[in-house]
């Protein structure tokens, strides 16, 4: 702010100057002191002025004594996995109170590169939601597969001192960190040269490794499992946040470990949440509500999701209701059980009320993140899959979750080697073709657990290089979706015996799509619904979201990339067949 | 930290290479989790290494026990108030625990400008203590008296980007923050436009005016006097610190007003030590001691001691026991019954053992802040003192604080109109001649309650403009005093019938001295004894820290600057005879 408007400001909280709006018999929620107060509160520019001592403002809303709270911080997430673009995640997230995420663009970033960092900043600088884009660390997230891009310390200098960026990313790369690694380090030293923020993500890091990752200068996690962690890591100076994704859900295993006395090093974050997780329950509401409802004070969770967040990314115009901070506020009757917001406010502008957006972004029109299909050679030939053995490794799906097993199985080959499908096994053949570069890549494995009759489902979602993966019982199908993924720039598809029976178009990198909130869920609950009942989908996994993370090498225990199945235990590639 | 010193790190944490020092057998203050967890801590190039992960330490100490803690951080500080040079404070300050101060060379800047500022850079840059040192908002304090500089917006901008520069110091001047007043806001928007910290000082401002202030984007505050101020500064999301002055004494009344729910916004500070406090009772130390003794947890104040002031000033690198940050650490036999370190260590050094400082500071030869003496034509004939009326306005001095009252006497005069002083009445004269731009301006009244009997006592302290200040009860004694400090550059002098009782040199501006602390602490205990003994001073007040606040004008009721006598409570001059 300049003095111009400070000045504004301090004339208005002493009833110089008339306000804009005043929200009149609010339960304030004051998330310094972590109590409540009764106040009238006048906001003048966007920023909350003062209390009792503005006098008069243009339009007044009468809060009834409801609770006045400041709007959420979500302090880690990926808006790709909404499927909305920038301006339609906005118009989803708002009307839960979300008003400030900070953002790290790594799925778009593993396909487009830069570009993907520039439409993400671009596409989310003028909407009603405050964007902050951490820069993503790890493009690609490991050298054992074949992303979209590679970025390292050169691309980060680049774009690191937007005041938009507060910083690196999640670190994944741990065994990088943990090694003091050349490339690692340069990027990090990007950050360290500013002083400004670097994620980290080190699921089950702790003692010496974890020593070694927060001497790294990685401030945050948002991977903790158990209590133990999470107090491990508290106690090496990292902020921990508690998660409530789509898949990865920890409020209520990490609740136990969260006191009073350490609440101010915690924060909630979404991660991953699927447009029908946020229809359905809410955005970092969710899990403030469910923290509470298990027993959290509800003034230390709000504190928590609001002014420690804003502390951890030194966002000092937010976080809490106090003179000269953003009037970005959230009107609730109840925080005791939970906090469903009636109205939200931006900048002391109402953008949502009873759940339904008011303020909907404008858009912006992708440029340069086109789903990439530079696929090389395509066939169904890609597809053929000889093991070597009838003893053969297996992907086992674990249901809710993204960790995999390592199993093994016998099966029937043909006189030429092919693996035979067998309609009383629940084994399907799994494929990742890369995407990118146009390096004819193309790998096969075999994968337990989906439940699939018969058919094939793919989409180009695949963490974290994003590559086409498909999974099915024959090529035909198999080959057709992988085909209509290539010729629409991406989405997820469903094919059986030849038909298409729904698509699901991603053509924003392929991730992403246009379309508005209501579309996209309406679209992937019937796609849910034929995938249960037409393809035969185990009804205890989520069809899609399963098969994104089974090219992701860094969750254990057996994935696929392009180049390969891959052992995470050994962090090596492995045979489907096993040499007996 | 570059890429190369964090790489030792990480491999130092993880035992890979050999670190400088290790504490074993230490019971670590995590200042996170609030608690204390027993551990092995390793440090390398004077930064945490790690704990349990690292192999070896080439010196090893063995804490058998002890509580390890991270160095103290006095938030708010004038180190000028020690009469000692940074080099000299280090070495007291130190033995006591602290270890960084966030220092305000307000009173320095007041009388050389630019000038002190650069000397308290340059002085304190290689000393052990860490010192960063607000830039002052106030120079002068109030436009009622001639302080030796004017520091306006220009200055400001010259020194803000300085690394050891965390922002503005003390906004005094709340009545032109509450009016919006050009020049204020232009030295604020300074600090604005660089994302920096505005330091506060705001007594007894409350509700709306306290709005408008907090508005103004500043950000803490150090003079709370109740605990409902204390929680109404903190509702309103600014930091307040415990202060425990020599005079200023806030600890034990504030205490009432924190709460384990509201401790992360609360922090301890010194603001103005005398010499022999800190030798005598401590320092940050002191403070802490108090709040523990008196039922604050003990995790609880050393987390505000330490990692709240880190948080506040962003000093990422310090205020917690864990990897990356620096080895600044007090080693202490117990926590629950106040603080006494055995052990400091700054950077991995082991500085001061058993009070004793081991690390002295290396001098820094004082420039350009010699104690400026441009007094105009001083003679006896300026401090004539000739009422108008026999009953006078009486500055009453209040023992135990800074504030007087605004009283009243029926006097005696001469002939001539001259005040005549009376043996029976402890009224004295008080004179304050400009020392800084040769204005020739000498201001004369009349004070009470000082209890001296016969003599003179001079200082060329006088807070905020530093001019001099002398007290007695015949010219002759007074024009001695003031004549030796101006042949001197300033100090405190005392003389009777003629006859030169004592004088602590302060060539530092007339506000420090080279000398050590002993030195320091021997010289003002005979000083007193003697203003005591001799001069019959009265035992309740302090016979030079009394006199250093009576020229304050912005401290109630009525002071007297070089102008004339001042009305603190109307907020102008007044006269010293009473009309009827």
Redesign the interface.
Known sequence: ???ES??R???????RIQCDLVIRNAQVA?V????V?KADVYILDG?I??????RKAKEEIDAAGRYLIPGFIDAHCHIESSHLSPSEFSDAVIPCGTTTVIADPHEICNVTGLDGMSYMLKASENIPLSVFLMFPSCVPATPFEHSGAILNAEEIAEYIDNPRVPGLGEMMNYPG??S?DGTV??K??EA?KR?KNIDGHAPSIT???L??Y????I?TDHECETPEEL?DK????MYVMLREGTACKNVLQLLPGV????S??ILFCTDDRQPQSIVRDGHVNYGVSLAIKNGLEP??AIAMATLNAA?CY?L?DRG?V????RADLILAKDITNGITPEMVFIKGRKVAEEGRIIAKAPHTTPEHVSGRMDVKDFSKAKLSLKPGSDHVRVIDIIPGGVVTGNGDAWIRRGDDGEWIHENDKDILKLAVIERHHGTGNAATALIRGYGMKHGAVATSIAHDSHNIIVIGDNDDDMARAVEKLISIGGGITMFKDGRELGTHRLEIAGLMTDLPLAEVTKCLDDMHETAEKELGVNKAIDPFMTLCFMALPVIPSLKLTDCGLFDVDSFSFTEIGIKE
Do not use: W
């Open positions: 702010m300049n003095k400070v000045s400001l301090i004339d208005a909280a002493q009833g004051d310094c002191n972590k109590e107060f920023m002025a003062g209390f009792d001592g503005c960190v943990a003091a380090m340069a990090l030293e360290y002083n003692g010496p490794a020593d070694g927060a001497a790294a200068g401030t107090h508290v106690r090496k100076g006191t009073e006395k350490n101010s090093r003034l230390t502390i030194h000092s809490m106090a003179p000269r901070k």
